[in-house]
């Protein structure tokens, strides 16, 4: 499994506690995690990393699709 062990650094790398970590997305070789209901400033650049990885799409005009704060994105190999 490529991304085990990953779960204890997440929090420290996302400046959080463990509780609030989300797995936002995952796929064939990546893993998605942010802070659950951050409300830091929009980063549109994690909406378009994480768009380009799963395909989705982001509209910056939409509360409820606007990715805010830290995002760390893994990825296998």
Not at 44 to 55: R, S
């Amino acid at each position: 499994m490529p991304f085990s062990g990953l779960a204890d650094l997440v929090p420290g790398l996302l400046h959080c506690a463990p509780e609030l970590v989300d797995v936002l997305a995952s796929g064939q070789g990546y893993i998605v995690y942010s802070i659950f209901d951050c409300e830091g400033e929009m980063n549109p650049e994690a909406m378009t990393v994480v768009g380009t990885l799963t395909g989705e799409s982001f509209n910056a005009e939409n509360e409820d699709e606007v990715l805010r704060g830290p995002v760390l994105v893994v990825m296998a190999g």
